[in-house]
């Protein structure tokens, strides 16, 4: 199994996982930006050490689906990321574009 797919195989068990606790919104946001942080020092560390990579496509899909601040502070914390400037605007885009959808989806589906 590559990465790739190991990396969605688990962002979908968090999924699955968080739809069986307590306030499972909150707690799919809670373990998407954990496995967001986690993804992040995977990848820089195989970076560093020369390993097979992490897509930047793949980090953007953390980040859209609700691991955006996960991902910020991986990110700073491991200084990953940050002077890309292509991935930089991709990442901005995703973030706005997972806080209209919040926004949309609490305006039209309120608690």
Same mark, same amino acid.
């Given at each position: ?33 954990? %496995? #967001?942080?986690?993804?992040? !020092? +995977?990848?820089?560390? /195989? ?12 980090? %953007? #899909?953390?980040?859209?689906? !609700? +691991?955006?601040?996960? /991902? ?40």
């Amino acid at each position: 199994m590559n990465l790739n797919r190991f990396c969605y195989l688990l962002l979908a068990l968090a999924a699955i996982g968080s739809a069986f606790l307590p306030h499972p919104v909150v707690m799919w946001f809670l373990l998407a930006n954990v %496995l #967001t942080l986690v993804v992040y !020092g +995977g990848d820089k560390m /195989a970076a560093r050490k020369a390993w097979r990579r992490v897509p930047e496509s793949t980090l %953007l #899909t953390f980040g859209f689906v !609700g +691991g955006w601040p996960g /991902a910020i502070l991986g990110q700073q914390l491991f200084r990953h990321k940050t002077q890309k400037q292509p991935f930089k605007t991709w990442f901005i885009i995703s973030v706005i574009l997972n806080v209209a959808l919040l926004a949309g989806l609490y305006h039209f589906y309120p608690y």
